[in-house]
Nanobody, 114 residues
Framework: VQLQASGGGLVQAGGSLRVSCVAS????????MGWHRQAPGKQRELVAITTSGGITVYSDPVKGRFTISRDNAKNTVYLQMNSLKPEDTAVYYC?????????WGQGTLVTVSS
């Protein structure tokens, strides 16, 4: 399984950005898909996940600002990020889990300037 993340970049605080993750197979096959992030010098943390049953979960720091969504026809999961803050600066990783394993994308860098 390959997960290709894209859409990162430089944005000013208060701005918006959408990152995408394209999977190499039908995303219906995954129990869940999600986004994690890792800031410099910090551990990787969960940002949001979406399950095959339609449940979404967000971490407290992004709740109300970020939205995870999926386009099953395109095998793609999105993370819409609004009201970005400098502390959102990190490498954002796409993840997927099926009944046998977990998979990670290569990451896309999001930099929020103050």
């Amino acid at each position: 399984v390959q997960l290709q993340a894209s859409g990162g970049g430089l944005v000013q605080a208060g701005g918006s950005l959408r990152v995408s993750c394209v999977a190499s197979r039908n995303i219906f096959s995954f129990v869940n898909m999600g986004w994690h992030r890792q800031a410099p010098g910090k551990q990787r943390e969960l940002v949001a996940i979406t399950t095959s049953g339609g449940i979404t979960v967000y971490s407290d720091p992004v709740k109300g600002r970020f939205t995870i969504s999926r386009d099953n026809a395109k095998n793609t999961v999105y993370l819409q990020m609004n009201s970005l803050k400098p502390e959102d600066t990190a490498v954002y990783y796409c993840s997927a889990r099926d009944n046998w394993s977990s998979y990670w994308g290569q990451g896309t860098l999001v930099t929020v300037s103050s």
